[in-house]
Nanobody
């Protein structure tokens, strides 16, 4: 069983940057693809980014492509989401997920509790 804990969320102004971290514990996650999803109030959970087990493949939602970067450090059991040029529409709770590679949230086996990102205009 893997436990995930997100950190790094907070309040930012439009155009600013934030870096989210997702620390895994319980067992090594180096064989698992990982992903980031987000959910705004009243909205469905949506895919943000995914990274393969060794980090060679990544994929992004069109809405964040060119602004967000997903990466991982398997030695530290941590996945990151670097978010640049933030927009108010990026405001959401961001969730880290593991056990799959891709954009379908139902494919992932374990989830963190989420971290709030609020972007003001």
């Amino acid at each position: 069983q893997v436990q995930l804990e997100e950190s790094g969320g907070g309040l930012a102004q439009a155009g600013a940057s934030l870096r989210l971290s997702c620390a895994a514990s319980g067992r090594t996650f180096s064989m698992d693809g990982m992903g980031w999803f987000r959910q705004a109030p009243g909205e469905e959970r949506e895919f943000v980014a995914t990274i393969s087990a060794v980090g060679r493949r990544t994929s992004y939602a069109d809405s964040v492509k060119g602004r967000f970067t997903i990466s991982r450090d398997n030695a530290k059991n941590t996945v990151y989401l670097q978010m640049n040029s933030l927009k108010p529409e990026d405001t959401a709770t961001y969730y880290c997920a593991g056990g799959a590679y891709g954009s379908s949230w139902s494919s992932y086996n374990y989830w963190g509790q989420g971290t709030q990102v609020t972007v003001s205009s």
